[in-house]
């Protein structure tokens, strides 16, 4: 598959790409509007921490990890958590 072709058919995907997200916000959004969760419950993964990371990036394998193991590691650098004392 030639480059040309391969960014054609990425092109072709980025309007259903862009739709999906749409509808995915929307309803996020309408879940915090009805009370069902709250906007940091709704967004947490994605929210930036003060190292420039997001939540998901700094937590995610940790918690894959206590999903499989059991044990809960400490979820947030020590300079993170500092940082919000």
Do not use: W
């Amino acid at each position: 598959m030639s480059r040309s072709h391969d960014r054609c058919g990425k092109e072709q995907h980025e309007p259903v790409r862009r739709e999906a997200l749409a509808l995915v916000i929307k309803a996020k959004l309408e879940a915090v509007a009805a009370g069902i969760v709250e906007f940091d419950q709704e967004f947490l993964a994605h929210l930036v921490l003060p190292g420039g990371g997001t939540v998901y990036e700094h937590v995610g394998s940790g918690v894959s990890q206590a999903i499989e193991t059991g044990n809960v590691p400490p979820l947030l650098p020590k300079a993170i958590t500092e940082r919000a004392e």
